[in-house]
């Protein structure tokens, strides 16, 4: 074989190995396969996100049940919700006797709804991490968005069974464990609203939210209502 034709052999066979070796790169590596728990969380996610990607604002009713191992029964109210996009949360109770929770960037608020009575002093968010932990999770259980703002700094875990449900729980080295158990969600079958809330807390209490009568975008008048 001439050195010529040779040479050409080489070069043709170097310029295979190069188109190979472009094919090789351009190729998309094997996806991961999806573990079952991470199917379970994203159709969870979707069927929550369903209802609250519509969200800019929201009113609702709710019925509250507090217990606790230092309560001789359970205390049972009802009230109104409303949140408004991004970050407000109001829950206001029925009745001068109750009292009504804000939620803002600001901090936490819970003022009672008779003017005569003293507002509960509530610390900073700085100086309360638990509080503030369970206060974005609240909030973004409502909020519009992809549920990356709900499930951030906590670990999740979806409970088995026919219920669509959505637990958050404190990270393993947060000081909001202290107070904080989990906050549970669960959901609508069809629409993915939520329908209830349960905070757990760390020495067996528990705080419970019934949500009923979801009415999503209306009008200004009807957010004030709970909001002032």
């Known amino acids: 074989m001439s050195r010529v034709s040779r040479r050409g052999l080489l070069i043709s066979g170097a310029s295979g190995l190069a188109l190979l070796g472009a094919a090789l790169a351009t190729r998309a590596a094997p996806a991961e396969p999806v573990s079952r728990d991470q199917r379970r969380l994203d159709n969870r996610l979707e069927l929550w996100g369903a209802f609250a990607r519509k969200s800019q604002n929201l009113v609702a009713r709710y019925t509250s049940t507090r217990s ?26 029925d ?105 757990a807390e760390s020495d067996g209490g528990k705080f419970i939210l019934q949500i009923s009568d979801h009415r999503q975008n209306v009008e200004p008048e009807l957010i004030a209502r709970v909001l002032d």
């Open 95 to 199: 009745g001068a006797t109750g009292s009504t929770t804000r939620i803002e960037p600001s901090g936490v608020a819970i003022v009672p709804n008779d003017p005569s009575l003293p507002q509960r002093p509530m610390p900073k968010p700085a100086n309360a991490p638990a509080l503030r932990w369970l206060a974005d999770r609240l909030v973004a259980s409502f909020a519009p968005g992809d549920g990356s703002a709900l499930i951030a700094n906590a670990r999740v875990e979806v409970p088995k069974g026919s219920t669509p449900r959505l637990s958050l729980l404190p990270p393993r080295d947060s000081v909001a464990r202290t107070l904080i158990r989990s906050v549970t969600l669960t959901l609508d079958q069809v629409g993915g609203a939520v329908i209830r809330v349960e905070v």
């Open 68 to 93: 606790s191992p230092l309560l001789l029964e359970d205390l049972v109210g009802s009230g109104s919700l409303a949140y408004v996009s991004p970050t407000t949360l109001v829950m206001r109770d």
